[in-house]
């Protein structure tokens, strides 16, 4: 199994930046993707940004250009720089990895970590 500790969020003033930062531990040998999710309070989760395990980024439209996703294989550890921060980008942060244990599939989730942008 693989389980997923973000951290990282707070309050920050629009045009300022904040890393999250998503620990793994367990089988992360079978993690095949890592992805960071957002929530806003009225909102459906959307997917904020993508890295596969051999380092392929892909992001959403609405943080192109302003966020970075990267992942320390090393240490376990999924990032996601955050920059020009706007307060529409105030959300629960989640993060997300999919793979595969043997023949099973699995997606499992962080607990979210609250980003709160002040205009």
């Known amino acids: 199994q693989v389980q997923l500790v973000e951290s990282g969020g707070g309050l920050v003033q629009a045009g300022g930046s904040l890393r999250l930062s998503c620990a793994a531990s367990g089988d992360t040998i079978c993690i095949s993707a890592m992805n960071w999710y957002r929530q806003a309070p009225g909102n459906e989760r959307e997917l904020v940004a993508h890295?596969?395990?051999?380092?392929?980024?892909s992001y959403a439209d609405s943080v192109k250009g302003r966020f970075t996703i990267s992942r320390d294989n090393a240490k376990n550890t999924l990032y996601l720089q955050m920059s020009s921060l706007k307060p529409e980008d105030t959300a629960v942060y989640y993060c997300?990895?999919?793979?595969?244990?043997?023949?099973?599939?699995?997606?499992?989730w962080g607990q979210g970590t609250l980003v709160t942008v002040s205009s």
């Open positions: 997300n990895a999919v793979g595969w244990s043997g023949p099973r599939h699995f997606e499992v």
């Open positions: 890295i596969t395990s051999g380092g392929s980024t």
